[in-house]
């Protein structure tokens, strides 16, 4: 299914490290999946600021000599994807301004749902924007604060954030990373010997050798200086609901961090393996979709005993251009990154264990392919309940109308696909998998929402106000 | 292991399409492992000979425009790695030459093992060469050659070569496959509604909708006209033993294809099963190398009764370039492609599989990174026996120096690469796993050469005469 | 000389046109010589302003594609030249923001003298500045404005800068052209059938075939809608005096262009005619530095009677990177680009126009590469007064201390660049060759600087009070 | 005019220079004006030859890495321009073999009239050819050669070759020279200290501060190596009569060259005398079409005493693409590249002086461009006499029908340019201007060739026989 659905944004930093770019452009390249449009990186050298920015992917957008070219012993950078006009250079991030107090740059990973107000308030104040990413707003908004210390003003400024948030900033003097108080994207906290480094993921610290050390905190600031990490607590009088983004577990995080104080490896395993509980079946062989089913359909094999196996072959070339030839070929797209073994699936029962389903287009093809290769029977298995709801907190789902889910009914669902049984994890059943389950944002498939929305429209529809969907 | 060894070459073509570039594109799109450094696709439009190649990617290689400048009915193409010294866009291939008869291209995978000397015989004769590659070797031979018929002049031309050779010839009338009767390399002949198709692997029929119809036979020319293909057998009176590259089905066909009257897949299952049965250990967890090891692995642990697992992340985004730190970062170049998962792997008895060893220092690495990830034991197990000789047949393995099977004893290699223990599975362990055992060439791990060589000196040093390691 | 200064900026806009985004291509390539570094380009299209910028040539920034983007019937362009520190993309112009009014465009040619002072009041009013160019400052400034009306916000807006500024903006509804109240950059108003054009010179008007209507006057806004134009004078009550800038017609401006009430070409003849009544000599020939003495040398031989040639050949394809052999050739990077004509000048007495001397070092290594083409005798002749002072206006002179004038007395001068007589047109001679001498400004031979400079140190270093430099 | 014809090939090579590459790219940035599509350049550094080629500009295709990667002490370079069908980069020069006697680069100025049938007895023989370029003939010639020695083979070579031809060998041993016993195109000799440089024109050898030594003779083959040069004289036994290119002096070489035994620019100046005395008029001013006509207007204002001027602004950026605006503006891609001066020519009398006319097109469009800007007269003055005939030794005339000298008489010319008066300068008097008139070609003028043409058809339609058209 990992097509339809953008990914989150991707952050790294570090402080104290003479080699600061490399090892960003390092992390970046780890945390690449959580955003393959566009990368940026800024470096602090004492006296300036370097950026360099580019669409595409790490790889593409640095180079020895881009490397080269930003000194510095603190760095933070951003990988992200763009959404529908907004996918130009001025957006990508990180953004680096000057203001009162000097240079800063910051870079944000998740979506505020007042971001439509705050740029209305800030621009009836006389306020020029350049860009359309939230970071901008801010940015304004840390400018415009007058406290008598920049921690007050940073305070300040993400008490009037609204929605989820995990930020790193770049100044003149610190490393600074935040979440926001649900806490709905991660941040973790690590520690590469005298250097600090702030990262979306543990996977990031995995590639450069660092230590993990905790996670930062839902709505805690953490302000690295040369003293070490110091931490403030600007909603300490106002506790909010914990609402991590249980998708994150589902799909969006590799399997290999650890978020949320899980194992995502170990949450998909027993996802697979509360799917075989609540949905067995007879059959030969469980698969997966290659990469994104993988967990689950070792869990489902491991608990219901039908042998596990690897049943198509990704093509490691694809890239992201292809060319169609004129006259189409049936189902090329999907044949093209993944080709069925025929001579393992023809004859045979299979269960297909997947992520999700988002518009369903892409699992009816691959489910096609497979009963071209002979497969007899096609039993697909989900790990996540299904998917009906839009996300406000920073996943770019497909509208509504074409979340599959929302439109049809199980039996339609399974008949517009073509497969013998389907079968969906249940809510309760995904929240097993996890051992806090009440600290969880589950809004895209119970629609309960832990931050509901306004009137303001679409994408910035929504106003922080007390939160019916956070239980915990 | 798979950084070690280059690749050998793919080739497809295809005969009476419209979108015979498109789809030669596509061809080399799923052949792409077996040459990942340069690209090259030829049509003929009823006049012209219209030719791009690039170093690079396929997907870097082409574009909408380059496809659309290659108009016909016709065409063939080839992904190649570069060996040392002639890694540049001249030695690429198709060659395509102008003669007495007309425009024709060629297109070869293998090697050539009297290139050296039939280039010295042609030089004497008044011959230029442009490049370095053996298919201008063929194409003088053939110009030079002064039968009554095309045919004719082929046949002759391929009874001068001696080696391996899967070619493919387009010419203004036709498009020619044709395979050494050792049969060395892959061929296969596919059918796509009125359209024809050569093509290295059968993986390259599934993904353009083509039909298989059987393999290239060794020692067989097809010719495909507007009649359909016809066959000449220009060894008829010279039969030589069969004698298949093993390595194909180790490591370089990709395990959807059907090669050699096998599954690709289906052997390395039983390569692993074998490995089970002659290294069983004790252990908790079966996992393979990614991709290079799964299919062995996955055999292994139904032998054992071992739960498989995937025990490493891939990172889909790692690109042939990768910019080093400047502070060297420990095993980073391993981690950065595959990252153990720690809360999977800690405190386990791991059977790992892998298809091969060559120089032993990656695998050295990722037993490392696993040890740090907290595995208990590692027990390597390897699905082909110790490689100790060099490969004169296409593909280009380090020197023999550089092998370390065979520098090393089997307890010094265990040591180096830091395992618990060893197994690599038996020559005739490996033969069990394929119909027809005594239908290969084992010459890199037996050192019996089906074409053994004389004295000219490096890669030109075999000359052809009888066989002593051709046992079929 | 002309390596040695670099140019100012070019401005065109054109509003009611539904080719826009091509015309000002075309305007931006005629004006190609006023910034070589980078061009940018802003169309509206009624709903959104579209935007491309990049470093280089306008032929290196812009190809079909990238012109193909840019929809819409009103437009802005610029070319700039790079200052220190400041070369990078993002201080490219157009600059474009929203605020609270909607989108607006801004580009500028000259240089504020208040910007140091703007911006530090602008910071400490909490906004934050992306870029290092004079166009954000005006943007918060007209941001944060809130008159009654649009045109009350301009007045107030441009009332606050002082300096050089020939300014165009494009907005939702209009074109907006506007010069400094001293009139120091040329600014023209030019119209194409039902459309209208803003330029900084006519040459630009001349490519599109558009009619020359009027060149907008010091303290003017030119507001062009679908009525057409309306002019606005927000200093009607605070008259400035007149303080053209001579050195456009000595160096900058196209001779093909009229600006400032003069044809360029005219002026530099009677330039040339004044310098050989000021400085007569005996010789055989007149010849100009090629391009930049042309017109002076044809004056200076018609009013000497000393017959004109070209003595150099100019290499066409001399482009802004030349890479420079190991072993260093003595003054190969003046051959590079004019190569002296042996057979003509061997043996000649030679009198050589140019249209300034800078920092010297160019014109030394001309008239040796003459002396080695076996001139018998060289007589320099420079068509402006030694140039002594920076400018403060948009001009980016070397340092003072760079400018040989300012370090040596004449003979001194005479003797480093090694000619027979040197003779430098008086200030008075030229300010002959217009009809307005009081109306311009002289500051960098005279040191009379129409806005004297306060002490903010460096370029912006000066604040806006009574001029003490302005005559007119 | 220079836009209808195609420019000749420019060669360059040096021996024994330790910054051969270099100093060979700077020969080929001198010569861009012989051929602007490709650029090639060949080393050796005592083992390997190194190349480098590419489409486009010297400057393009060549930068510090690729230079870099260019070692030795010798070397050869070719510019060239691209005839229709052979623009791709196979057909750049200089090519390089290997054959039975080493490595061989060859690049070639001129036209072989008798390709077609040398080519057609080589494939005959068993040659294969993988570009159309004459080189590649000449190699093939050379490889089948079997005498004695090296030279006897080359002067075989050059013995089978009929038309035009300056060739550059490098060798491993060796830099040959070598020019058509007819001398059509220029070859010189130069000296750098102790390096010996081989170039179309001396202005290559001025650039890299060489000496000129002499010219190549005709017929002769000028082999250096570290002894120096030495002659060898293949056609001593059968003298040809001299055919040098005329169109060499009126349009090709640059001013600053000495080719034949004559400065160019003086030539020109004759040139330009000689019109005036042949078609006085009674006018104000004489302008140069700028560069094409500059030294032939000089002499025609010199002898008529009608002042000189320069009435056009040239864009110096005008690159070889240029983006044309959707509606189309009338003579544009006239007008972008040179401006009339309307302050200058409004109300004049002008001569305009251009070196030929060949479609007349664009003739059309600047003539109109000029009444535009109010010229009251213009006559129009050709240094060369009416071009009515093809080339078949190297240079690349539009077709005879499109030739406008051809189709049309004088009076129509006149007419269909727009002009008051055209006069073409005489054969004879053309001749005037140069020391021996009988010893150049002026076939495309006069129809006489010196070498006739066969019946083969087009390009290559040409056979060597005896030249009715040699007059000296």
Known sequence: MNDDVKHSCGLFGIYGHRDAARLTYLGLYSLQHRGEEAAGLVTYDGKTMHTHKGMGLVSEVFNEATLHALPGRSAIGHTRYSTTGSSSLKNSQPLVV??????????????????????????????????????????????????????????????RLAGAYSLLFLTERELIGCRDPHGFRPLVLGRLNKSWVLASETCALDLIGARFVREVAPGEIVVVTSAGPRSIFPFKDEPACRAHCFFEHVYFARPDSQIFGESVQAVRMRL?????????????????????????????????????????????????????????????????????????????????????????????????????????????????PP?????????????????????????????FIGVDTLGYISLE???????????????CWSGVYPIPFGGEGDKFALEKHAGQGCSG
């Open 98 to 159: 000057t203001y009162a107090k000097g240079s800063i740059a910051v870079a944000h990973n998740g979506n505020l749902v007042n971001a439509y107000s705050l740029r209305r308030e800030l621009e009836g104040a006389g306020s020029i924007f350049q860009t359309t990413v939230d970071s901008e707003i801010i940015l304004h908004l840390l400018a415009r604060a007058t406290n008598a210390t920049f921690e007050e003003d940073l305070a300040q400024c993400v008490r």
């Open 429 to 443: 059943g995904m929240l097993k998998a996890v051992s806090k389950p009440d600290t969880y944002c589950t809004a």
């Open 272 to 384: 697979g393996r509360q799917l075989a509980r609540e949905h067995p079946v007879d059959a030969d062989l469980v698969m997966p979709i290659p990469d994104s089913g993988n967990f689950a359909a070792l869990g489902y094999s491991q608990e219901s005993k039908i042998p596990f196996t690897i049943g198509m072959t990704r093509n490691h070339y694809v890239g992201r251009t292809f060319i169609q030839p004129a006259q189409e070929i049936r189902d090329l797209k999907v044949r093209v990154k993944f080709n069925p073994i025929k001579a393992l699936i023809k004859g045979k029962r299979l269960v297909i264990v997947d992520d999700s389903i988002v518009r369903g287009t892409t699992t009816k093809a691959r489910v096609k392919s497979l009963r071209e290769a002979g497969a007899e029977a096609i039993h697909l298995r989900i790990s996540c």
């Open 387 to 415: 998917t009906k709801h839009s996300c406000f907190y920073g996943i770019d789902f497909p509208s509504r109308k074409q979340l599959i889910a929302n439109a049809l009914e199980l039996e339609e669902i399974r008949k």
